[in-house]
């Protein structure tokens, strides 16, 4: 435990877990609205923001939460008012984006690819008391959305419609999905890198998804499993000169292998069970959705 006795380590523990708290509790609700690969788009935005920071000489940190919010508000306009061009304008707005944070750093005084590299993928050393200050509060406000809103936001992610006819202002719903993703992007940059964080949104949710078929539970797995590699993955850094977002990522991915391995067995019994306890002559077609709860196939 002698890594506790560096102020920069303790920092980027805290950084961690806060990452490993608030990445999968927003994932949980991308992964439900199919747009798992919304956090790799975000990041390409917030490169802008964090050469915009290098370049006024501002924290990179809230620049990159201001223009990744609204990259994620324009991806949401996007979507909705977007036809057969939608996907050439997100392609546009995801690469200008990361361009743009290219240019921006080089321009800025002292500016260097070191710089960029630390915000692609992450860094330890490079976690101050400031990012720390942000990431606390930026964490909150993902924790506190995620949290108290959690019944209409997973209303919206399973059924727009249905949830429009029972009264839910379903477009700010989307509005503050998108920006608490955006949110969630700049509190964990710093740990694990705009390139990477994506996974981390997903990958652990997909994980417990295997252990669990209610939301509760899955949110609770994710968020234990997030917290466990962002940690685990931050030591490693230490001790083995490794990058940070890199292991973190790896372990994430080791973490669903060995879930979905212990849970395939266990799946098959249930389905097994399913399927005797059906009524004999009872069409096939009516066990199906019994089958497939078995087996954890309905959602979250």
Do not use: K
Request: contains cysteine.
């Amino acid at each position: 435990m002698d890594f506790l006795d560096y102020a920069f380590m303790q920092r980027a523990l805290l950084a961690a877990v806060l990452v490993g708290v608030t990445a999968p509790a927003i994932g949980i609700y991308l992964v439900q609205r199919r747009q798992a690969l919304m956090g790799d788009g975000i990041g390409h935005v917030a490169m802008t923001g964090v050469g915009l920071g290098f370049l006024l000489n501002a924290s990179p940190v809230w620049m990159a939460t201001l223009v990744s919010v609204l990259g994620a508000v324009l991806m949401e306009l996007i979507r909705w008012y977007g036809r057969t061009r939608g996907d050439i304008a997100l392609a546009m707005l995801f690469y200008g984006g990361m361009a743009g944070g290219v240019m921006f750093i080089n321009l800025a005084p002292g500016g260097s690819n070191a710089n960029l590299t630390s915000y692609l993928f992450g860094s330890l050393s490079t976690v101050s008391p400031s990012d720390v200050t942000a990431i606390c509060l930026l964490a909150g406000f993902v924790v506190l959305v995620t949290l108290g809103l959690r019944r209409q936001l997973f209303a919206v992610s399973q059924d727009e419609e249905f949830a429009r006819v029972t009264g839910l202002p379903v477009r700010a719903l989307n509005l503050l999905t998108a920006v608490t993703a955006a949110v969630t992007v700049t509190v964990a940059m710093r740990v694990v890198g705009l390139l990477l964080v994506s996974a981390l949104m997903v990958v652990p949710v997909a994980a417990a998804q295997q252990l669990s078929r209610s939301f509760a539970a899955t949110f609770a797995i994710a968020v234990a499993i997030g917290v466990s590699v962002t940690i685990g993955g931050t030591v490693t850094s230490y001790y083995q000169d490794v990058p940070p977002g890199a292991t973190i990522v790896l372990l994430t991915i080791a973490a669903f292998l060995v879930l979905t391995a212990l849970a395939t067995p266990l799946a098959r019994r249930r389905a097994r069970a399913a399927a005797a306890a059906r009524p004999v002559g009872e069409p096939a077609e009516c066990a199906i959705p019994a089958a497939r709860e078995a087996v954890g196939d309905v959602g979250v």
